[in-house]
T-cell receptor, first 116, second 114 residues
Framework: AQKITQTQPGMFVQEKEAVTLDCTYDTSDPSYGLFWYKQPSSGEMIFLIYQGSYDQQNATEGRYSLNFQKARKSANLVISASQLGDSAMYFCAMREGNFGNEKLTFGTGTRLTIIP | EPEVTQTPSHQVTQMGQEVILRCVPISNHLYFYWYRQILGQKVEFLVSFYNNEISEKSEIFDDQFSVERPDGSNFTLKIRSTKLEDSAMYFC????????????FGSGTRLTVV
């Protein structure tokens, strides 16, 4: 079974609109973390936001927020007021494992295109 | 802001040749990782490294691969005899000892095997 599922291979969104990128996860570890990364066409992996499984509040970083629904095992990324520069691949990833050995498992990604 | 630095950004090599990909993790980080992304696919874990030894490795990380921290700053991935299917983007990452924050990726090395 996939540990991280991103069901939207591609999305087109009008500039200035909000966009939600879906991510569901599967783990039996009570302590885990969820990440979102942005990968522009240049290829680098840019950290956007992090949510720990014990965090009480949803994470926010500027225009990015993470809609964390633990019972549903979902961690959707919300980008408010989208900009042309938001066009990129977006990956959801999960940290599991023993303390200090925090390998990430990635989803297949969503390609977001912002339309002017 | 501290960065993970990877060199070279792009390397072309002939099949069967050895390559060494280099990384300089963030200076106060203790845990180091290599990941691979074949073009158009998801990012895959290769190996984690702590206290001068491998903590965990994936099925991809076979005997052709090795990692080393030769000095206090560099972290290298060596592929002994490259195959065409080793063509990919290779990312180095490092973390602090606390969980979650601080998981930083380098900008990657694009390896092309011809």
């Amino acid at each position: 079974a996939q540990k991280i599922t991103q069901t939207q291979p591609g999305m087109f969104v009008q500039e200035k609109e909000a966009v939600t990128l879906d991510c569901t996860y599967d783990t039996s570890d009570p302590s885990y973390g969820l990440f979102w990364y942005k990968q522009p066409s240049s290829g680098e992996m840019i950290f956007l936001i992090y949510q720990g499984s014990y965090d009480q509040q949803n994470a926010t970083e500027g225009r990015y927020s993470l809609n964390f629904q633990k019972a549903r095992k979902s961690a959707n990324l919300v980008i408010s007021a989208s900009q042309l520069g938001d066009s990129a691949m977006y990956f959801c990833a999960m940290r599991e494992g023993n303390f200090g050995n925090e390998k990430l498992t990635f989803g297949t990604g969503t390609r977001l295109t912002i339309i002017p | 802001e501290p960065e993970v630095t990877q060199t070279p950004s792009h390397q072309v090599t002939q099949m069967g040749q050895e390559v060494i990909l280099r990384c300089v993790p963030i200076s106060n980080h203790l845990y180091f990782y290599w990941y691979r992304q074949i073009l158009g696919q998801k990012v895959e874990f290769l190996v984690s490294f702590y206290n001068n030894e491998i903590s965990e490795k994936s099925e991809i990380f076979d005997d052709q691969f090795s990692v080393e921290r030769p000095d206090g700053s560099n972290f290298t991935l060596k592929i002994r005899s490259t195959k065409l299917e080793d063509s990919a983007m290779y990312f180095c990452a490092s973390t602090q000892s606390d969980r979650g924050y601080g998981y930083t990726f380098g900008s990657g090395t694009r390896l092309t095997v011809v």
